[in-house]
């Protein structure tokens, strides 16, 4: 028997992604909107609660309205936007998050899919504060740039459409330098940090892959560990996983630079550790694909776990 998914916001960038993933698979019953009917409450509403899945892939505010359109006690939610990234009742998306994770986005109706910025920068950091080499309270700073694609319609079209009154020839750009990004609480909440990360995000003139580090001072840490210490604690963290892997210290040592599109079309996350204990610092670093295993491939790896389907079906 088929798993019937409805695609809230099927027309966007992540929605598209979604689609392109499902479509050619036999136990997946897409159910779609007529385009013209798209902002039509009652029909979305309708489809909502036909559906065993709801994939949400729209504006927060958009996204939490959705959800209030829910009736049946049956219809399961991935959430793509930012709306319930922190909220307590609903499951993080991120399967390799924690041993148990599996087993609570498995059992939850509510997932809250995790932004492109925060897998890479949780992956990294996590298990770091989980094995006590990085204290919870350490002032942690996060770097990253990411494709044009991670900034939706408006940023494709600033890129993209030389008619654009917006057009951007611009090859690499800060942003958020007010310090306000949205994806910061869900970095802090699921990361265990106590205080807010620094974070400097920047976007290239590049579609899609992203890079995010943080740079850490290992001599200023407690018990200064070593590049090999941090090294170890990210390999025991995700042996064995699917989708997220480190890069040996030999791979990492012989690198003289890293591409942030080497992941994409992917649901694939590198992470890396780059060093010197002479000095005693390391650049922890995410590779992946900001619409692969940071929204839409997740995505989908989180409704095959829901449904029981094998974690790679599809990815």
Known sequence: MSTKVYIDGEAGTTGLEIRERLEPRGDIELLSID????????????????????????????????VTLIEKDHVRVIDASTAHRVAPDWAYGFPEMSPEQRQVISGAKRVSNPGCYPTGMIALTRPLIQEGILPADWPVTVNAVSGYSGGGKPTIAEFEDEQAENYSKQPFRYYALPLAHKH?????????????????PAVGRYYKGMLVEVPLQLWALPGKPSL??????????????????????EEAASMGNI?????????????????NDEPGQVRLVAQLDNLGKGASGQAVQCLNIMTGADEATGL
Do not use: W
């Open 35 to 66: 385009p013209e009917k798209r902002k039509d409450r009652g029909e979305r509403a309708k489809l909502i609660n036909a559906a065993d899945v709801v994939v949400l892939c729209l504006p927060d505010d958009a996204a939490k309205e959705s």
């Open 228 to 249: 090999g210490a941090v090294q170890e604690a990210l390999e025991k963290t995700y042996d064995g996983c699917h989708f997220v892997e480190v890069a040996s210290r």
């Open 184 to 200: 910061v609480p869900e970095m802090q909440k699921h990361a265990g940090l106590t205080h807010a990360p620094l974070f400097a």
């Open 259 to 275: 591409d942030p599109e080497d992941l994409n079309g992917t649901n694939r996350m590198r992470l890396f550790v780059f060093g």
